[in-house]
């Protein structure tokens, strides 16, 4: 296994603009869960995936974003007008039910808006 | 509710000395699990140890230690020996539902040489 992969690593943005961030789970791992991580503060779970459906979301999951995963495999986080408040890490986990793993988090893309 | 409480927002300790760091938990549910990572600089969680709300047992891997207590909702991290490699923020967690890990707010272990 390679691990967690998350695609990009750091985002600068302009106030206002879509960002879109990508997570490619351990392979064979069928959930796929969204953190996010503001300074000085732990993971906030914001939303997971088991295979291609989208099985909860939290209530900071606002109407600006969305997530993806079309083929139960890699998965897309998406933000609309982002806003200042959205600079954070974004962290992205995967585990196995058949294996009954734990979650293995990857490196996060950091994003910020200017 | 659920909620995952870390008192130490920081610990400064000297390379060799024991360290230990706390973790209270609330919740409702009778069959859950808890969790320990660790955050190095670098960002990535790194998973620890999952314990489930049936076993009690402590465990112990390398300098690594953990007492998990219901009576009193607390599962402690204890580092013996520690080593400047150790530090970094630690974050305890709890899950009742599948993937839906609740975290601490961290403690920031410092170990100086």
């Known amino acids: 296994d390679t691990g967690v992969s998350q695609d990009p690593r750091h985002k600068i943005t302009k106030r206002g603009q879509n960002v879109t961030f990508r997570c490619d789970p351990i392979s064979e791992h069928n959930r796929l869960y969204w953190y996010r991580q503001t300074l000085g503060q732990g993971p906030e779970f914001l939303t997971y995936?088991?295979?291609?459906?989208?099985?909860?979301k939290s209530r900071l999951l606002s109407d600006r974003f969305s997530a993806e995963r079309p083929k139960g495999s890699f998965s897309t986080l998406e933000i609309q007008r982002t806003e200042q408040g959205d600079s954070a890490m974004y962290l992205c986990?995967?585990?196995?039910?058949?294996?009954?793993?734990?979650?293995?988090f990857g490196q996060g893309t950091r994003l910020t808006v200017v | 509710a659920q909620k995952v409480t870390q008192a130490q927002t920081e610990i400064s300790v000297v390379e060799k000395e024991d360290v230990t760091l706390d973790c209270v938990y609330e919740?409702?549910?009778?069959?859950?699990?808890l969790f320990w990572y660790k955050q190095p600089p670098s960002g990535e969680l790194v998973f620890l140890i999952r314990r489930n709300s049936f076993d009690e047992q402590n465990e112990i891997s390398g300098r690594y230690s953990w007492n998990f207590q219901k009576s009193t909702s607390s599962f402690n991290f204890t580092i013996t020996a520690s080593q400047v490699v150790d530090s970094a923020v630690y974050f305890c967690a709890l899950s009742e539902a599948p993937g839906k890990l609740i975290f601490g707010q961290g403690t920031e272990l410092s170990v100086k040489p």
């Open positions: 995936f088991q295979n291609e459906a989208q099985l909860e």
């Open positions: 986990a995967s585990s196995s039910v058949a294996r009954n793993t734990e979650a293995f």
């Open positions: 919740t409702r549910d009778t069959t859950y699990y």
